[in-house]
């Protein structure tokens, strides 16, 4: 799935005074790529992923995934649950639900699967990511690193054709870290549209395409 | 392992806590509701029964021009159809003392009213016929001062094991006498007070005349039962009679202030409820941002995760109503032994839980669930998953 910005625009207001942060991005994200997203903080990364990830609403311009207009909650929460699989820097997993539920959340929506098969299906993905021991345990039972893995198995759960990631290993340490960078190489190989925001300079090794946003602007180098 | 939606997120949305708060408070107000306005409805049809079949609201004075037309009047009033008995003062009223049951706190006074008979629905026994037989009400209890407190439903007078036996009076509170029990009729058919047992008109007649043979009364006074007080009217203009009034009027107030009071009190308690839900919910929509915000990242919409709430209050909801249907049949079951057990008249209501009380409490329910879980919801809609995703 393609992700195509066109005049993408976004200024924050705060105390009265705006701030443009995006203004007019244009670019088209492709299949089959690993995108590296870099810039200064502040720059508006976080922005764009989220506008990209249709959870943030934007001032002007246009999105379109696969040449597709997407308008509205109930369209885009759709599609961030079939074809988008977000990871950022803070897990964002629940704290109530054990990691197989956790993972299980995305994979509800699905009406093509049992229930039974759906559990499978988890258990399965857990073992391939050395898991399999930790799917009953709570968020807390586990690891920074074994937290950011129960979130990456989340994000692939439905098999999205879009990966975006915010900062996706500022907290871990480095083994964990080049897993991460490992299965969304992967991943990209496979067909996806990879995008990743990261200061870490290790991941240009992975990646197909260096993108940098700075003074509202995107560019490649 | 639970393993539906459901169950997953009902584990994590719900909170048993704040749930079973709410219920009570809307059982507090659902029970307000279906036991005021099932008790209002009681009240009416009370009344409305007692308008159709009373005796005492059916009994009229007709005033005569002048002694001379008076007795023409008299014959002219029996032939009448709307008129069921026509009868002068002296075989209408009189008074005695049931010796057998003065007790500390009854004095044994009974009325004694002449009439004829079907006038009364009698269940036991029945009807007077002979001479010197008398019927008396269900609620019998032989008291001059019922009215000013001594009633209490625990008093009544069983007078069963009585009937066919002669019953010593103190005639007038003089004159021993004794008069047979040959009937016992419904008291709540048609409203009686507790102390008035039924002769015939004869029997009064030969007692007063025996009794109080001094008894001054005017002619021109002539008493009728109507068929219904309403045909009065029918009766006039009539030269010679000067005017027509009814012996009792039906104070259909007593007891209405039930469904004001009912009103009032469900009015505080839903703007509570209102308030409370509202409280409620916004904080633990607060407390639950971040799992809403996680929902919302994986495809969850707004739309399905605010119907998660409507669907654990529709539990809510149904829960409380079975619960408040059940206390409320139980306390309306009570209602006379609780609260109307000293009122000669309102004890005599047959209270029960009213079909359009349960429709309307149900009404009143969903729409304040509606209107606080829609507002406090709106917080779901205005949030920044922004905001939870980097703080
Ligand atoms: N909700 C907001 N209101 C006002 N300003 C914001 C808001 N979110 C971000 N900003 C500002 O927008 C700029 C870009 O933020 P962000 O996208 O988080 O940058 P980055 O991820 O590159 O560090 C920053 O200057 C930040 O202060
Ligand atoms: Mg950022």
């Given at each position: 799935m393609t992700i195509k910005l066109q005049n993408i625009k976004k200024t924050y207001e705060k105390d009265g005074k705006k701030k443009c942060v995006l203004s007019e991005i244009n670019y088209m994200f492709s299949e089959n790529t690993f995108y590296v997203i870099m810039g200064k903080s502040g720059s508006g990364k976080s922005t764009l992923i989220n506008i990209m990830a249709g959870i943030l609403e934007f001032d002007s311009g246009e999105i379109l995934y696969d040449n597709q207009k997407y308008v509205g909650d109930s369209m885009l929460s759709k599609l961030r649950n079939e074809s988008i699989g977000l990871m950022y820097q803070s897990y964002l997993l629940n704290d109530n639900m054990t990691a197989i539920e956790n993972v299980l959340l995305p994979l509800?929506?699905?009406k093509n699967m049992t229930n039974v098969q759906k559990i499978n299906y988890v258990k399965k993905e857990f073992s391939k990511l050395k898991m399999e021991d930790k799917i009953m345990n709570f968020p807390k039972e586990l690891s920074g690193g074994e937290q950011q893995r129960v979130a990456l198995i989340r994000a692939?759960?439905?098999?999205?054709?879009?990966?975006l990631a915010d900062e996706p290993t500022g907290n871990l340490d480095k083994d964990n870290e080049r897993m991460v960078f490992e299965i969304l190489r992967q991943e990209a190989n496979n067909g996806k549209c990879v995008v990743v925001v990261s200061h870490n300079p290790k991941i240009i090794h992975y990646a197909d395409a260096v993108l940098y946003l700075n003074n509202g602007e995107l560019y490649e180098k | 392992m639970k393993s539906n939606l459901n169950s997953i997120?009902?584990?994590?949305?719900?909170?048993?806590?704040?749930?079973?708060?709410?219920?009570?408070?809307?059982?507090?107000l659902q029970i307000t509701l279906l036991v005021g306005i099932s008790y209002f409805g009681s009240?009416?049809?009370?009344?409305?029964n007692y308008s159709n079949n009373s005796y005492d609201f059916n009994l009229a004075l007709v005033t005569a021009k002048d002694e001379n037309v008076a007795e023409s009047l008299y014959h002219e009033l029996k032939n009448n159809s709307h008129i069921k008995d026509v009868f002068y003062y002296d075989e209408f009223i009189s008074f005695g003392v049931f010796t057998d049951y003065v007790k500390d706190n009854i004095n044994g006074e009974v009325e004694l009213f002449g009439t004829v008979q079907n006038t009364k629905k009698i269940i036991i026994?029945?009807?007077?016929?002979?001479?010197y037989t008398m019927i008396c009400p269900t609620n019998f209890l032989p008291d001059s001062l019922i009215y000013s407190g001594t009633y209490d439903v625990k008093n009544i007078v069983n007078l069963t094991d009585k009937l066919g036996e002669k019953i010593s009076i103190n005639y007038g509170g003089k004159h021993p006498i004794n008069l047979k029990l040959v009937g016992i009729f419904d008291g709540s058919y048609d409203f009686s007070n507790p102390n008035a047992c039924y002769v015939s008109h004869e029997t009064l007649k030969k007692l007063n005349d025996q009794y109080q043979p001094d008894l001054q009364f005017n002619k021109k006074n002539i008493y009728i039962l109507l068929d219904d007080i309403n045909n009065a009217n029918l009766l006039m203009p009539n030269d010679n009679i000067i005017n027509i009034r009814p012996i009792k009027t039906l104070k259909k107030e007593v007891g209405h202030n039930a469904i004001g009071i009912t009103g009032i009190v469900s009015l505080i308690l839903s703007v509570l409820l209102f308030i409370l839900i509202y409280a409620l919910l916004c904080r633990r929509i607060k407390n639950?941002?971040?799992?809403?915000g996680i929902l919302s990242l994986v495809g969850y919409s707004k739309k399905f995760i605010k119907k998660l709430y409507y669907r654990e209050?529709?539990?809510?909801?149904?829960?409380?109503?079975?619960?408040?249907?059940?206390?409320?049949?139980?306390i309306l079951e009570n209602f006379v032994s609780w609260f109307l057990?000293?009122?000669p008249l309102l004890s005599l209501i047959d209270v029960s839980l009213n079909p359009i009380a349960i429709i309307i409490t149900g009404i009143v329910s969903v729409i304040i669930l509606r209107m606080s879980i829609k507002k406090s919801l709106n917080l779901i809609d205005n949030m920044n998953i922004m905001e939870l995703i980097y703080d």
């Amino acid at each position: 799935m393609t992700i195509k910005l066109q005049n993408i625009k976004k200024t924050y207001e705060k105390d009265g005074k705006k701030k443009c942060v995006l203004s007019e991005i244009n670019y088209m994200f492709s299949e089959n790529t690993f995108y590296v997203i870099m810039g200064k903080s502040g720059s508006g990364k976080s922005t764009l992923i989220n506008i990209m990830a249709g959870i943030l609403e934007f001032d002007s311009g246009e999105i379109l995934y696969d040449n597709q207009k997407y308008v509205g909650d109930s369209m885009l929460s759709k599609l961030r649950n079939e074809s988008i699989g977000l990871m950022y820097q803070s897990y964002l997993l629940n704290d109530n639900m054990t990691a197989i539920e956790n993972v299980l959340l995305p994979l509800y929506l699905n009406k093509n699967m049992t229930n039974v098969q759906k559990i499978n299906y988890v258990k399965k993905e857990f073992s391939k990511l050395k898991m399999e021991d930790k799917i009953m345990n709570f968020p807390k039972e586990l690891s920074g690193g074994e937290q950011q893995r129960v979130a990456l198995i989340r994000a692939l759960i439905n098999n999205p054709k879009i990966i975006l990631a915010d900062e996706p290993t500022g907290n871990l340490d480095k083994d964990n870290e080049r897993m991460v960078f490992e299965i969304l190489r992967q991943e990209a190989n496979n067909g996806k549209c990879v995008v990743v925001v990261s200061h870490n300079p290790k991941i240009i090794h992975y990646a197909d395409a260096v993108l940098y946003l700075n003074n509202g602007e995107l560019y490649e180098k | 392992m639970k393993s539906n939606l459901n169950s997953i997120i009902s584990k994590n949305i719900f909170k048993k806590k704040t749930d079973i708060i709410v219920m009570l408070f809307l059982i507090i107000l659902q029970i307000t509701l279906l036991v005021g306005i099932s008790y209002f409805g009681s009240i009416q049809k009370f009344w409305n029964n007692y308008s159709n079949n009373s005796y005492d609201f059916n009994l009229a004075l007709v005033t005569a021009k002048d002694e001379n037309v008076a007795e023409s009047l008299y014959h002219e009033l029996k032939n009448n159809s709307h008129i069921k008995d026509v009868f002068y003062y002296d075989e209408f009223i009189s008074f005695g003392v049931f010796t057998d049951y003065v007790k500390d706190n009854i004095n044994g006074e009974v009325e004694l009213f002449g009439t004829v008979q079907n006038t009364k629905k009698i269940i036991i026994g029945e009807d007077i016929s002979e001479p010197y037989t008398m019927i008396c009400p269900t609620n019998f209890l032989p008291d001059s001062l019922i009215y000013s407190g001594t009633y209490d439903v625990k008093n009544i007078v069983n007078l069963t094991d009585k009937l066919g036996e002669k019953i010593s009076i103190n005639y007038g509170g003089k004159h021993p006498i004794n008069l047979k029990l040959v009937g016992i009729f419904d008291g709540s058919y048609d409203f009686s007070n507790p102390n008035a047992c039924y002769v015939s008109h004869e029997t009064l007649k030969k007692l007063n005349d025996q009794y109080q043979p001094d008894l001054q009364f005017n002619k021109k006074n002539i008493y009728i039962l109507l068929d219904d007080i309403n045909n009065a009217n029918l009766l006039m203009p009539n030269d010679n009679i000067i005017n027509i009034r009814p012996i009792k009027t039906l104070k259909k107030e007593v007891g209405h202030n039930a469904i004001g009071i009912t009103g009032i009190v469900s009015l505080i308690l839903s703007v509570l409820l209102f308030i409370l839900i509202y409280a409620l919910l916004c904080r633990r929509i607060k407390n639950e941002y971040k799992n809403i915000g996680i929902l919302s990242l994986v495809g969850y919409s707004k739309k399905f995760i605010k119907k998660l709430y409507y669907r654990e209050f529709i539990f809510v909801l149904l829960i409380s109503l079975v619960l408040s249907n059940f206390i409320a049949y139980y306390i309306l079951e009570n209602f006379v032994s609780w609260f109307l057990f000293n009122s000669p008249l309102l004890s005599l209501i047959d209270v029960s839980l009213n079909p359009i009380a349960i429709i309307i409490t149900g009404i009143v329910s969903v729409i304040i669930l509606r209107m606080s879980i829609k507002k406090s919801l709106n917080l779901i809609d205005n949030m920044n998953i922004m905001e939870l995703i980097y703080d």
